[in-house]
T-cell receptor
Framework: AQSVAQPEDQVNVAEGNPLTVKCTYSVSGNPYLFWYVQYPNRGLQFLLKYITGDNLVKGSYGFEAEFNKSQTSFHLKKPSALVSDSALYFCAVRDREDDYKLSFGAGTTVTVRA | ETGVTQTPRHLVMGMTNKKSLKCEQHLGHNAMYWYKQSAKKPLELMFVYNFKEQTENNSVPSRFSPECPNSSHLFLHLHTLQPEDSALYLC??????????????FGPGTRLTVL
């Protein structure tokens, strides 16, 4: 079975400060990892994914995430947050042994204050 | 944003009503999905269709009935729902249903309220 944990329900940062949204996962094999963002009254938008190769993945809107196999983590980061980054962020994992199912975390609400 | 569309965006229905949610994808994908999103909970996968064939029914009650007439359209037929079925229903699509590397692209969702 696969699962994802987002340990923080809420993250608050000031504009211009670094933003980190944490994600840890559990799979029986090797993972495919994804980050999505959801703005109010909108669907989920894809940010980035890790499949293989370089552990540092760069995505949309200046976001990046680092795959850490030993810590089973895939934290999302942005060096300088914007007020417009305020949204709900979801981490998701797919076990390479179970191709269909994409398991999501419960989400982390990010608030960036001006 | 316009790659996957869903209608209606909002729906209020009584427990005895029958209604349908519609999803259309304009991305040329072969797999489509229904998810249920409730507040503070992970997204729940409901159904998966790959090349119009249902490949996943994640223990969903029979009051939810999916239909996939072709690879571009997906419906969710609703009847005799319960108030706890109130949620945001999201449709998604991906190039394939069985490639782990594929990205799923989501529609804006239908906000369903069951009275």
């Amino acid at each position: 079975a696969q699962s994802v944990a987002q340990p923080e329900d809420q993250v608050n940062v000031a504009e211009g400060n670094p933003l980190t949204v944490k994600c840890t996962y559990s799979v029986s094999g090797n993972p495919y990892l994804f980050w999505y963002v959801q703005y109010p009254n909108r669907g989920l938008q894809f940010l980035l994914k890790y499949i293989t190769g370089d552990n540092l993945v760069k995505g949309s809107y200046g976001f990046e995430a680092e795959f850490n196999k030993s810590q089973t983590s895939f934290h999302l980061k942005k060096p300088s947050a914007l007020v417009s980054d305020s949204a709900l962020y979801f981490c998701a994992v797919r076990d390479r042994e179970d191709d269909y199912k994409l398991s999501f975390g419960a989400g982390t609400t990010v608030t960036v204050r001006a | 944003e316009t790659g996957v569309t869903q209608t209606p965006r909002h729906l209020v229905m009584g427990m005895t009503n029958k209604k349908s949610l519609k999803c259309e994808q304009h991305l040329g994908h072969n797999a489509m999905y229904w998810y249920k999103q409730s507040a503070k909970k992970p997204l729940e996968l409901m159904f998966v269709y790959n090349f119009k064939e249902q490949t996943e029914n994640n223990s969903v009650p029979s009051r939810f009935s999916p239909e996939c007439p072709n690879s571009s359209h997906l419906f969710l037929h609703l009847h005799t729902l319960q108030p706890e079925d109130s949620a945001l229903y999201l449709c998604a699509s991906s190039q394939h249903g069985d490639f782990g590397t594929d990205t799923q692209y989501f529609g804006p969702g239908t906000r369903l309220t069951v009275l």
